[in-house]
């Protein structure tokens, strides 16, 4: 069982930076897949970006060149920087900790960004 706790959601102008961090409740190095979500009002989850243990990254073509995730695998913390940060930009954000042997996967709350001016 992972929980996972995401906080540094807010409100911010069109253009701002925001960070998110989510700390797992246990080790994620090795066999978890680390990533981000978001969720906007009327529209399906869709995933934002994700890292694997080594660090390899991919993200949504929405946000490529503007977020930045990354794991601290000794912190048990998953980061992702956003920046440039537009309204189409608002949703609840939710990490995610999938394991690779089993393909479960773990879920945190959500967190709340906003964008607007």
């Known amino acids: 069982q992972v929980q996972l706790v995401e906080s540094g959601g807010g409100l911010v102008q069109p253009g701002g930076s925001l960070r998110l961090s989510c700390a797992a409740s246990k080790t994620i190095f090795g066999i978890y897949r680390m990533g981000w979500y978001r969720q906007a009002p009327g529209k399906e989850r869709e995933v934002v970006a994700t890292?694997?243990?080594?660090?390899?990254?991919n993200y949504a073509d929405s946000v490529k060149g503007r977020f930045t995730i990354s794991r601290d695998n000794a912190k048990n913390t998953v980061y992702l920087q956003m920046n440039s940060l537009s309204p189409e930009d608002t949703a609840v954000y939710y990490c995610?900790?999938?394991?690779?042997?089993?393909?479960?996967?773990?879920w945190g709350q959500g967190t709340q960004v906003t964008v607007s001016s």
């Open positions: 995610n900790a999938r394991n690779l042997a089993t393909t479960r996967n773990y």
């Open positions: 890292v694997l243990s080594g660090g390899s990254t």
